[in-house]
């Protein structure tokens, strides 16, 4: 398989650059007036201060998420361009190189780069935040708990305590967690930060399989603060309940990532509604431009899988980057994902390896449990 | 840090990581596209070449601040037609164009408008002459201040030849463009599993890891080799292996071999080109279950019951499980039948590499005299207790 994988992988990107470049849509505009192209606000780097750069770099994270465009990844990259990948750059902008090579899916880059930062001013608590998720996302929830202990002493106790009941609600905590988020909702009196709290806890819920007081949460959350990534959450809940039409309402006015993307077109696909193939065709338009562009395929992997599962009913194509992704990330959405693109594909052998890796991390969720061995409610 | 400055930060900071972590956004980031072309059959001799350069307007928009002149971040087609001549500039002097070392004046103009998966990208287009056999070389530095992740990808004819590549202004900014039309950076198509030998190769590299990492085809193959005897000379105590004359030697080993082969062909084929569909929901236990009976069998020998012929009825099932491999990998017509070649060919290099490891294994312990009790009756047992516990899993899976 890795052999394949490496001979695809050479492969693909040459036939996909001769698509991609074959495939743009011409057009000259008949009137001057024709809106052509919106662009996002301006934001300019002034002179290299290190405030200046991590303010500039903040905005280029925050329109990166609004926009689903990653090129602005780059923009923030650039502000940070003096101090990036620099021993001695201030740990504030360290941390924020850390969550651009995150948000690329970086994650053993953002680790290390936050490591080092952590090590110069171990006071940072939103660099301790960060390295909690990184933790979590790998499955090694005790070092993710050490972090949040880490974010209580740098004096964050509000973070700290969702840190905290986050974690330990991927452990199993279910009933902790939900109190725990309950109680620290109802002391924050800041409309995002109560959404954001109400998402975990709503994600939190989902794990313990109770998905009606999960779907009231994600409900709750998103009418506090419309987001994207709680957006992306319920939709796939309501996908799983096969309720393609809800689905679509959440999505609606979301920015076209890939994920959304992917999440429309499986929606419409369960409607019988014929429009899914134009957006599962902008969806494999988009890998192909990826692989011209010589990326890394294991950090699109998670997507790769679901359209190949979802879209494509090809769960033998799924698995490889299903496999890839386990290995980058281990959300319980990718070892949902590993386990069905396996299973579906017959490798009861995959199948069984998943599941012991799955019980030395720890995870407990109601999604997994057919994969889990029998556990005390 | 004061109090509420960490505050405001973990703030916007909580709403990042909130944002950034989980789904992947992945869309792509910032690249530009440039095509090189050779005007006419006889360009190899005179050096007519056209070059085609598509940038993304939101990447021009951050190098160049006069384009959204009204700066009501819409742009119009007046505002793009305004700055054209700009443009044009700018990229004079980011794409640095020469020929036998001479730097080449290229009169960019305004082409096209294109609309690609991440915008709206504007292409310009220049003739240019270098006639020279060796040398004509691209740096390119646009956008490297802007974007340190920004990629340039390159494609074209030189010579003839296709070829293509990506530039980054940072890490690799330059290239000599005939060279690029050579064989060692040039990967023409023919690399691509396209063709029906690359997808032979390709299936045969999936059928070898199918048997060598699916551990239970493995037992199974495995259950049915013990009892067989390829060294009648060197068993300790003759006759103590009840029917080990009916067993015994290579010929009884290849069949038992190619009786598996047989029918995971048949049915992989079935399944492939027939469309005979198999659920795993229960073709996974019951592939357990036959590594089961044929561990019984070797404990509690049936007369009647042969085991190549066993080899093959359970071949079938085992097909099955290989099939969706080949159903799901997108592969179709002609292409199909190279694949399930490929496919079944590794899956046959993979189970002589493990019965040839076994037959080592076997003629080291063979002159044991507990050879019988412990690998065969031993092993027989242990098969049967794992291929219970794999079959319990699945059916509760």
Redesign the interface.
């Known amino acids: 398989?890795?052999?394949?994988i490496r001979?695809?992988s050479?492969?693909v990107p040459?036939?996909a650059?001769?698509c991609?470049?074959a495939?743009?849509?011409?057009?000259?505009?008949q009137?001057?007036?024709?809106?052509?192209?919106?662009?996002?606000?301006?934001i300019r780097v002034p002179a290299a201060s290190p405030e200046a750069a991590a303010q500039a770099a903040?905005r280029w994270?925050?329109l990166?998420?609004t926009t689903?465009?990653?090129?602005y990844?780059?923009?923030a990259?650039?502000a940070l361009?003096p101090w990036?990948d620099r021993p001695n750059a201030p740990a504030e902008l360290a941390v924020l190189q850390a969550?651009v090579q995150?948000?690329r899916?970086e994650f053993g880059a953002a680790r290390n780069t936050l490591k080092a930062a952590l090590t110069r001013e171990p006071?940072l608590?939103?660099g301790w935040?960060?390295m909690a998720?990184l933790e979590r996302?790998s499955g090694r929830y005790d070092d993710a708990e050490q972090a949040c202990e880490k974010v209580r002493l740098?004096?964050?106790a509000l973070?700290a305590g969702a840190c905290l009941l986050e974690t330990r609600s991927l452990r199993g905590e279910f009933d902790q967690a939900r109190l725990g988020f309950e109680a620290l909702a109802r002391q924050s009196r800041?409309a995002?930060?109560r959404a954001?709290l109400l998402?975990l806890l709503a994600e939190s819920e989902e794990r313990a399989g109770r998905d009606a007081a999960a779907k009231a949460a994600y409900e709750a959350s998103l009418r506090l603060a419309p987001?994207?990534?709680t957006a992306?959450?319920f939709a796939d809940l309501l996908l799983r309940q096969s309720q393609p039409a809800d689905a679509l309402d959440v999505l609606a006015g979301q920015?076209a990532?890939?994920?959304v993307l992917i999440r429309q077109a499986k929606a419409l696909k369960l409607r019988g509604d014929a429009r899914w193939k134009t957006v599962a065709g902008?969806i494999a338009?988009?890998f192909a431009?990826?692989d011209?562009?010589?990326?890394d395929s294991a950090?699109?992997a998670?997507?790769r899988a679901l359209a190949a599962l979802w879209l494509?009913?090809?769960?033998?194509?799924?698995w490889p980057y299903a496999a890839a992704n386990i290995e980058l990330q281990k959300?319980p959405?990718d070892w949902w994902l590993a386990f069905t693109a396996a299973?579906?594909?017959?490798?009861?052998?995959?199948?069984?390896r998943l599941r012991s890796a799955l019980q030395t991390t720890g995870l407990k969720d109601a999604r997994l449990a057919?994969?889990q061995p029998a556990q005390k409610p | 840090m004061r109090p509420w400055r960490t505050c405001v930060w973990l703030l916007v900071f909580a709403a990042g990581v909130f944002g950034l972590t989980g789904p992947a956004r992945a869309h792509k980031a910032s690249d530009a596209y440039f095509v090189l072309s050779e005007a006419g059959v006889e360009a190899s001799t005179t050096g007519a070449l056209r070059v085609r350069l598509s940038l993304a307007l939101k990447d021009v928009d951050a190098a160049l601040d006069s384009l959204d002149a009204d700066d009501d971040r819409r742009l119009s087609w007046a505002e793009i037609r305004r700055a054209t001549p700009e443009i044009a500039r700018w990229v004079s002097a980011g794409v640095l164009l020469r020929c036998a070392g001479q730097p080449l004046d290229i009169a960019w103009a305004f082409e096209t408008l294109e609309q690609r998966s991440d915008g709206a990208y504007i292409r310009l287009a220049a003739p240019l002459a270098c006639a020279a056999p060796a040398g004509l070389s691209l740096d390119y530095r646009l956008l490297k201040d802007v974007d340190p992740t920004h990629r340039l990808l390159l494609n074209g004819t030189m010579g003839g030849k296709p070829f293509a590549t990506v530039l980054a202004p940072l890490d690799r900014p330059a290239i000599d463009l005939r060279q690029a039309g050579q064989p060692e950076g040039a990967q023409p198509a023919r690399q691509l599993p396209q063709t029906g030998f690359a997808t032979l190769a390709q299936f045969f590299d999936e059928g070898m890891h199918h048997i060598l990492t699916g551990y239970d085809h493995l037992a199974f193959l495995l259950a049915l080799l013990l009892p067989v005897v390829l060294f009648p000379k060197l068993v300790a105590s003759p006759g103590v292996a009840p029917g080990a004359s009916r067993r015994t030697g290579f010929a009884r080993l290849l069949l038992t071999v190619t009786g598996f082969t047989v029918g995971h062909s048949v049915t992989l084929a079935l399944a492939t080109l027939g469309g005979i569909t198999a659920s795993p929901v229960w073709v996974e236990p019951l592939i357990a279950l036959t590594i089961a009976a044929s561990a019984l069998l070797n404990l509690y020998p049936v007369r009647w019951i042969r085991g190549d012929v066993l080899a093959l009825v359970f071949g079938l099932i085992h097909g099955l499980a290989f099939s969706s491999v080949m159903t799901e990998a997108g592969i179709s017509g002609a292409l199909l039948v190279w694949g399930l070649a490929g496919f079944n060919l590794g899956v046959e290099a993979g189970q002589l590499a493990a019965v040839a490891l076994w037959c080592l294994l076997h003629r080291v312990l063979l002159p044991w005299r507990h050879y019988h009790a412990v690998v065969v009756r031993g092993g027989s047992w242990a098969l049967l207790a794992l291929a219970l516990y794999w079959t319990a899993q699945r059916l509760a899976a």
């Open positions: 398989m890795k052999i394949a001979l695809l050479c492969a040459l036939f650059l001769v991609a470049q495939a743009p849509r011409e057009w000259i505009p009137s001057d007036a024709e809106v052509v192209e919106r662009l996002p606000e301006r903040r994270i925050a990166a998420r689903a465009d990653p090129r990844l780059g923009r990259q650039a361009a990036w969550t995150q948000s899916h006071a608590a939103q935040l960060t998720t996302l740098a004096g964050a973070y800041d995002s930060v954001w998402s987001d994207g990534y992306l959450a920015p990532s890939d994920s902008e338009e988009r431009a990826l011209a562009r010589g990326e950090l699109h998670r997507e494509d009913d090809a769960p033998g194509a799924a959300e959405f299973q579906s594909g017959g490798r009861g052998p995959d199948v069984d057919r994969w």
